[in-house]
């Protein structure tokens, strides 16, 4: 997908306040309106506008996309790095899944994900109304989804400047992640979101949890995969040894005349929860170097001795 640049769309300056970038919206807005423009292209650019102004008059938005940095130009290829929004606090409401094809690919790869907005209430003569919800996405270890955990979150949170800025500050929360928990599920924490109006109560703060990367392991679902290094001789004449799982080390048994890619299953290693995943062994049989006279006469007697021609079945020598 392309890149937009929105401050170039706008015709501000990356650092403009909040004003600025009302004025040259309305601006915009009047020149490429339907209605009363005569460009070929006012429709397109009047969207094109329309989406720029949803995202640099939030101050979430925009700050979350100006982490993305300068380096990019409009209409360059593009894709998000991974977890690019992570740790960034949202309010909720705006995008919601109504929106979907009024946007580019660009907003709904970005800010494609809405929750719905709070609701005002009258009581009593006095107008009360539930904080909005927010959310944010934040990385956790693998090995907390095995046994639970408390853990230190920090969220940043755009706010506005009195002068129309954008400058983040640091939250800090202390959370219990419920073991269990997987990929794309969210903790809820209460109060935690927007304050209420009124004396109303405040909104919830949903979190969205990803795995960080692991040096060892990949999660596709609930399961779970390991690539492990064995020797020629325990993939040929079978072996059992230990195996590292999130949970601890287990005894695994190799079957003789194991090949390359072979997968082992230990049943319900895998991510926890009332229906297990499982834990996938993927063998990566490894080659001991010919870095001395006596690797290279074993090497050598293998050669004469064992007649081995992977390429046979390919009709040739």
Known sequence: MEYRDYYQIMGVARDATQDEIKRAYRKLARKYHPDVSKESDAEARFKEVGEAYEVLKDPEKRAAYD?????WKNGQEFRPPPDWDAGFEFRGGGYTAGDAGAHSEFFEELFGRGFAGPRGRQERGTFRMRGE?????VLIDLEDSFSGATRSISLRVPELTDDGHIITRDRTLSVRIPGGIRPGQQIRLAGQGGPGLGGAEPGDLYLEVEF????????????????????????????????????GSVDLKIPANSRQGSKLRLRGRGLPGRQPGDLYVVLQVTLPAA?????????????????????????VS
Do not use: C, F
């Open 67 to 71: 982490q993305l940095g300068r380096q």
């Open 133 to 137: 919800h927010h959310h944010a996405k």
């Open 212 to 247: 960080r990367d692991h040096p060892l392991y990949r999660v596709d679902g609930a399961d779970i995969y390991l690539d492990l290094p064995v020797t020629p001789w325990e993939a040929a004449l079978g072996a059992s040894i230990k195996v590292p799982t999130p949970a």
């Open 291 to 315: 870095d001395s006279d006596a690797a290279r006469t074993l090497y050598k007697q293998m050669q004469d001795q064992l007649g081995y021609n992977p390429r046979a079945a390919m009709g």
